[in-house]
Structures are given as C-alpha cells and as structure tokens.
C-alpha cells in the first residue's frame, strides 16, 4: 500500500529521490548534496531562498535586481535553475518558503536528471504533501524593522483514502532601508487520493500574489581598476537610490501540480507528474548607473537610469518514470526509464525610462547625473518607447528520454544514465520584425561510482554533464547570431567521502573541477562571433548536517573555491575572476536543547572577499555575520522563540547584482515568533 506519513525532520534528511528520480540514501549518491528541512527553516526564522541559501557551502545568492532569486552555484549564475517537487521552476520571482518540507541543492551538472541548464547545480523545493492525520499548525512573527507574518498549516483526512491538507500565507514586508515594503499572499490547498492499495494521486494549486519595492542597493564608492578595486560606497547603508512610487515589483502566479503513483508489483513502480503555470509580472526601477564621481565644484554624483520591464509565461511540463528492481544473481538493479514533454511560452516587453523633464542628460536622454545625499532627488522619469525598447515572444518545446541504473554489486554501487533532449525554440522580435529559431540535440551523460568500505561509510567518484542553449535561462538572448551557435557545456568531475557517524547525522566532503566550454567571444573579423571561451571552477566543499545528540542540532559548511575565465570570453579576457565566489566560505548554525522547555541557537556565516561583477574593478569586503535564538515551550503544543540576526551589527555587503547594484546588510535586528501545532 502506497501511504505517505508525516514527521517533524531533524536537521539533514537520510535520503532523497531529487538526485536520481529513484529513492535513494543520500550518503549513496555520487554528488554534493545539501538538504536545509523545515524544521531548520524554522528554527532559523528563514523567510527567503537567499536565507536558505547561506547556509549552503559553495552557493552565493544574488541580488537579483531587487526582483528575483538570483544565484551563483559554483562559480556558474542563474536565474532559472529552480525546481519544485523535481519539476521546473524557472520563472524570475522571489519563493515564499510557507509550503515547503525541504529544500535540496544540488552541487554540479546533472543533465541527466533535470534537462538543460543547471551548470552550477539545481535548488529543488520539496512541497508539503497532504497526510492521513488531523494537525493543525501556524505561526505569526514580528520583527524589529516592523514586518511580519501569519501562516496556517492544516491536515484533515476527509475519507479513509482522501485527505486535503491547506498551506497559506499573508506577509508585510519592511527592513533597514529608507524606501522598502510591501506584501505577500500565498495559499497551497492539495488534496491525496488512494483508489486502491497500490495507487496514489496527489493534485495541489498554488497561489502567489507579490507586491514589494526593488531595491538595488548602493553604488560602489569610485570608479575601480584591476590594481586598485573600489569599495561599496560607505555611509548610505540606508538609503535609496531609486525613486520611490516608480520602483515597484508585482508578480502573480497560478501553478496546478499532479503526482500519479503507481505499484504495479513490489518492485515496479510507474510516476507521473504533470505541472501546468500561468505567470505574469511587471517591474519598474529607478538605479545607480555608475560609481559615484567629483564634479569640478567638489560635489560627489552618481548617475540614474530607469527601466520598465514586464513578463509573462505558461509552463507545460509533463513527465514520466518507470522504475524497476530487479537482481541479477548477486546483482542488484534499479532501473530507471522515462520521457518528459515540456511547452514554454514567453512574452517579454521593456521600455528605457527617459529624463524629459530638461534636466542635462547622457545616453540619449536615458541617463541623468544626480547629487549625492539622503534622500538621492530623481528627476521625473517617462518611460516610453525609444533606445532599447524590446517586445518579444518566444515559444520553446522540450521533448526528452532518459534512462539510468543503479548497479549494486556487494561494497560498490554503480550508477549509469543518458538523457536525450530536443529542444526547438523559436523567437519574434516585433521591434525589429526579425524572427529567429534553433533546434539543439542534446547528449548529457552521467557515471558514478560508490564504494562501501564500511556500511557507513561511501567514497565516490563522478562525472556529470549538461547544457545551456544559446536562448539563455529566461530565453532573451537568441538573435540572428546565436541561432547559429552550439549551446554552452558544462562538465563536473568530482571525488568525494560521505559518513553517517550515527543514524540522521551525515558528514560529507567533496572535491571537483567544473569546466564550463563553449561560451561566446569576438572573432578574428569584426562583429564574428565565435565559441572559444571558456571557464573553470575548482573547490573543495565540507559539511556536516543532522543530529549530534537528541537535544542537538547542527548545520556547518565550508567551502574553498576558486571560479576563473580559462580563454577569452565576450564578457572579460582570459584571467578575470568570476564575480561572487568568495575563496572561502564558512556556516554553521547549531541548537541545542537544555530541557524540553528551553533551547538556544548560535549561528556564525562567514565569507571573504568577493567581486561584484566580472569587471574586477569593486570588491564585496569580508564580513562575519553572527546570529542567536532563545527557544521557549510554552506549553503542550505552543513554542515561542526570538531570533537576533547580525548580533554584533556588522557592518557588510552580502552580494550584489552589478559594481553598482550592491546590496547592504541589515544592522541587528531581532524577529519574535509563536508557533503552535497540534
């Protein structure tokens, strides 16, 4: 009988079925895996991807512009590489975490398993299914900046083989900066069916409502050089370089999700799941363009520009696994096999802001030069047709076959896959009235192999391949030159070491070398394009998750990397380092429960020195980060907890989009949360 139960996860998870499509312990999979559980979201008081993300050795959250996750997975960024319950998620706009079990990040390629893209990794939400069991849970919070929340969690069996289960949240948004609110409606009713022993079917719709300011942060303090790189502009951590009533964000969104399952026998097993999406989103922004400069007066400027964008796209995805157990003699298989079907269509309109008002402009009338001060005074801004306006649509159809095996042989386990994916778009420009297309046929392998020196032990070696079309992750990118050009590979090779110490405790190393190829740079002739860039990334990543002792809880990663350009690209010559990998990366974030009354948290996240862009010209500074929660049962059901983030009011600048896009950190700040559950 198919029956899903709940459970409260520790820190860490024993095993995953994101990896391999196949339920799988994690310490047998042949990749760098990390899996941040609600129970850590939680404790943590974690509202955004980018929260998760810290925690997370060889990740680096972006700024996305102030409208989007946005993240850079071993040395390699995107903005599309986002799955939800192993189904693509590629739309820009920020993931509310309300709904979620966990959240997987997957370390390397793995074309294999999850189809273009992905060539630093994936980040996977695992949503909360309906059980067969009456709980109810919620939470309301409030921090010191003034935004809060309420979010409700309810399961209820309606039938002996029906249950529905309701995830919803409202969200006031607020922090450290002059300019910033805003709110969030989200809502998940699902519902699990059991027509027999041996089937299962899960049907969910997911509601997200978005309203927030963008906030693109700061601009760097002078123009920089290779010799001598700027720092972020200091003394304006609060204020806002946009204009306020312009820079606005509004994103909804209607996602459907069904899971079929199917038990044919004990050892075979049909999955299918199909995902249908409707978005649409608008943002406006006003930004610093430039470094901040001295006029002959002595008066420090920065310049302004302002953009208008809006997007719309319907998701289609549909896929199949067929799973077979089966042994051999003293051989054992699982054996996966399966096709995905996918339709994506894009719209995408951008209108250039213009300063007509008569103030003194550059760029043809899109860029103005303002006085530095607090708060920044930005002419009126009119955004109309012009220099760079864009209207574009694009239709992109995905038709894909896999099959992998997992080959067990006493101490070793194999694993062999081979996608298959034909991947036809096809894209109108109406402003120039040029329509492109490309059809690609994409190859992407996986091999690993694991071996078992002792039960708790896996020492594995892997290598894993996958691709990116010329279109790019959000597919604004093919023009009449792309069309003719290859996708962009990326390969991972990668050793490793996993140990369980004791049962939900699992530590793990893991060495590689990423080689991203095929990657645009200017030809011998003027205007020719050719594929000869090249990147690489090196690290070595360390983590340790789970449950030390019954009352502890622990969180560490570290990370030593180095992402640099190996031969000229488009973008930088050869040696540029890439923007947003710190060499060293260090988290940890622990709890430990004194009594079942009273616990403590103690988190520490440090990272070194970046660059803001591939220019190498600003630099991010080092910064250690320091966190702290008290946690207080107050009674059968209810526990309250407050959590200090920044406890000793570091001053540091996360991340950033761009030299002059640069995100500030927020000063200490403290959120009170009740939870109950029942």
């Given amino acids: 009988m198919i029956v899903v139960t709940g459970t409260r996860d520790n820190y860490g998870a024993d095993s995953t079925s994101t990896a391999t499509r196949t339920d799988t312990p994690l310490r047998d999979v042949p990749q760098a895996i990390s899996v941040v559980t609600e129970r850590q979201i939680d404790d943590q008081a974690m509202r955004s991807i980018g929260d998760v993300l810290r925690y997370i050795p060889g990740t680096m959250i972006g700024q996305g512009e102030g409208h989007r996750d946005q993240v850079t997975l071993r040395g390699n960024n995107s903005t599309a590489d986002f799955f939800v319950d192993g189904m693509r998620d590629d739309i820009q706009y920020y993931r509310p975490l309300y709904n979620l079990q966990r959240v997987e990040v997957l370390r390397g390629p793995n074309g294999m398993i999850f189809g273009r893209g992905g060539g630093g990794g994936v980040i996977n939400r695992v949503t909360k299914v309906p059980l067969f069991e009456t709980s109810i849970g919620a939470s309301a919070s409030l921090d010191t900046f003034g935004a809060w929340h309420v979010d409700a969690d309810l399961n209820q069996p309606l039938a002996g083989n029906v249950a529905a289960r309701l995830n919803a949240v409202y969200e006031e948004f607020a922090n450290h900066r002059d300019v910033y609110e805003g709110r969030l409606i989200a809502a998940n009713p699902a519902l699990r069916f059991l027509p027999g022993p041996d089937t299962g079917i899960n049907l969910s719709y997911e509601y997200v409502d978005d309203e927030r300011v963008v906030d693109r942060g700061i601009p760097s303090a002078r123009a920089g050089t290779l010799a001598d790189p700027a720092p972020p502009l200091a003394g304006f951590r609060d204020t806002f370089f946009g204009a306020r009533g312009v820079n606005d964000l509004g994103f909804e969104g209607h996602v459907l999700r069904g899971t079929i399952e199917h038990r044919f026998t004990p050892d075979l097993t049909l999955v299918s799941r199909l995902l ?345 500074p080092s910064h250690t980060r320091v966190d702290a929660a008290l946690f207080v049962q107050l009674g059968e059901g209810i526990e309250a907890q407050v959590n200090v983030e920044n406890l000793f009011d570091e001053t540091y600048f996360p991340t950033a989009h761009n030299d002059n896009n640069i995100t500030t950190g927020a000063p200490i700040a403290a959120r009170g949360t009740v939870r109950v559950r029942f």
Avoid: M
């Avoid at 470094?291 to 896929?319: K, P």
């Fill in 276 to 620: 249908y999406a409707d978005y649409d989103k608008f943002y406006r922004n006003a930004f610093a363009a430039t470094s901040v400069t001295t006029n002959a007066l002595g008066v420090r400027q920065v310049g302004i520009e302002a953009y208008f964008d809006a997007f719309q796209r319907e998701n289609l995805f549909s896929q199949t696994d067929l799973i077979w157990e089966v042994a051999t003699g003293p051989v054992r298989h699982t054996i996966l096999a399966g096709f995905e079907y996918g339709q994506q269509d894009t719209g995408n309109q951008r209108l250039n802001g213009f300063f007509d008002s008569g103030v003194p402009t550059t760029q043809g009338g899109r860029r103005t030069t303002v006085n530095l001060a607090d708060p920044i005074a930005i002419p009126p801004i009119t955004f109309r047709p012009g220099t760079g306006q864009r209207a574009t649509e694009s239709d992109a159809d995905i038709l894909a076959f896999y099959i992998q095996d997992q080959i067990e042989i006493g101490p070793i386990e194999l694993i062999a896959g081979l996608r298959y994916d034909r991947f036809d778009i096809r894209v109108r420009d109406f402003i120039t009235g040029v329509n492109t297309a490309r059809t690609d046929n994409l190859w992407s392998p996986r091999l690993g192999i694991v071996f078992h020196p002792v039960e708790q032990v896996s020492i594995y070696g892997s290598f894993s391949r996958s691709y990116l079309p010329q279109s790019g992750d959000q597919f604004n990118s093919l023009d009449v030159t792309g069309a003719n050009l290859e996708p962009e590979r990326f390969d991972n090779y990668e050793v490793g070491v996993k140990w369980e110490p004791r049962p939900g405790l699992l530590v793990s190393a893991a060495a590689y070398q990423l080689d991203r190829a095929n990657t645009r740079a200017a030809g011998a002739n003027p205007g020719e394009v050719v594929l000869t860039g090249a990147q690489r990334s090196r690290g070595i990543e360390l983590e340790a998750a789970g449950q030390i002792a019954r009352n502890w809880q622990l969180s560490f990663g570290y990370a030593l990397q180095e992402a640099e350009i190996r031969r000229a690209t488009a973008a930088a010559p050869a040696g540029r380092e890439v923007a947003q990998v710190p060499r060293h990366q260090v988290s940890l974030w622990t709890r430990y429960d004194f009594s079942p009354l009273i616990g403590v948290g103690l988190g520490v996240h440090h990272q070194s020195e970046s660059y803001a862009s591939i220019s190498n010209t600003v630099v991010l």
